[in-house]
């Protein structure tokens, strides 16, 4: 609702209060909701920060894998189905030849796989209260739901969002969801509908393509397609708080790819909260990186590392 001006007679009043800002009235300015009290407060104007990582550890990877989606589970809560180093639960894509998989991250050996049909097009990729896989799939407004224990398909959803890219579990009750645009979604876990979005945006400008999707902590950690780019976003503002460039991994991926084997784009982050590490990967990539993030000493101009990094991170669509 704007501020009112009523009996300004002085110029001076007259230059504050309409210098006041003025409350957003559409969809993405609603009233505080139940979900509402689990999000932090939004993030602080002098970022983004400028991230740069070092790698820990790499673990084998599947190079027929067009990774859409990428989930951590520790060994102890997989049952100790892993070799020590917990599972992956990951989504791959491509008609035809798309799956749900169980993977142990030491060795890389698909443990077990679902196919989907072969006009479905798999995408983003969440694990429910340890016991149900969601599952999205692109052009399409509806996923499916699988047995974490046994992967066998259990049911189907319908959500709002006007495609189906990444998914990510915020809270016991909540999802988070990309559908390629500059919007995240923030989803009932148990119905499925909407309850609210944002815009992703880095110094006003909307980040498009918002792809595979990560909650570490606070924060909403996201693949931009076709840049090699991860966007860590402030999930009330929709603010980007920091980027991280990955192109040195897609690097030392391409090195160990064989002749005439495909090769694409960085997708797939999974956080393991308990041991606090963080791993990603790509579509036919075969390497999965453990990564430890950190800020990157300034090279002398703040302004000119920050239009760097815009200048690689944000998508095409929007470069000036």
Excluded at 222 to 241: E, F, L, M
Aim: with cysteine.
């Amino acid at each position: 609702m704007e501020p009112s001006l009523v009996n300004v007679c002085i110029t001076l009043v007259f230059l504050v209060v309409t210098a006041l800002p003025v409350a957003r009235t559409d969809s993405l300015a609603k009233s505080p909701t139940s979900y509402e009290a689990s999000v932090p407060a939004a993030v602080d104007p002098s970022w983004p920060r400028i991230l740069t990582f070092e790698i820990v550890k790499s673990f084998p990877h599947d190079t027929s894998a067009f990774t859409e989606g990428l989930v951590y589970l520790s060994h102890n809560a997989s049952g100790g189905r892993s070799t020590g180093e917990g599972i992956f639960y990951e989504s791959t894509g491509m008609r035809g030849q798309s799956t749900v998989r169980e993977v142990d991250v030491a060795t890389g050996k698909v443990l077990k796989k679902v196919a989907q049909s072969p006009q479905v097009f798999s995408e983003g990729l969440t694990l429910v209260n340890n016991n149900r896989l969601l599952q999205l799939a692109w052009q399409v407004q509806t996923g499916s739901i699988y047995s974490r224990q046994t992967l066998q398909k259990i049911g189907s959803f319908r959500h709002q969002m006007t495609d189906g890219w990444g998914l990510s579990t915020y809270n016991r009750s909540l999802l988070v969801g990309s559908d390629g645009t500059s919007y995240i979604y923030f989803i009932s876990a148990t119905s499925f509908k909407t309850l609210h979005k944002v815009q992703v945006t880095d110094g006003g400008t909307p980040i498009a393509w918002i792809n595979e999707l990560e909650v570490r902590g606070n924060r909403i950690y996201a693949n931009v397609w076709q840049t090699d780019c991860v966007a860590v976003i402030d999930p009330v503002s929709g603010r980007v708080a920091a980027w991280m460039d990955l192109q040195r991994l897609r690097g030392l991926a391409a090195a160990r790819v064989k002749p005439r084997q495909e090769f694409d784009v960085l997708n797939g982050i999974a956080w393991d909260a308990q041991q606090r590490r963080l791993f990603v990967t790509g579509k036919y990539w075969p390497l999965v990186f453990q990564i430890a993030p950190k800020t990157r000493p300034a090279s002398g101009s703040r302004a000119a590392d920050l239009a760097a990094i815009r200048e690689r991170c944000h998508p095409q669509v929007y470069r000036r």
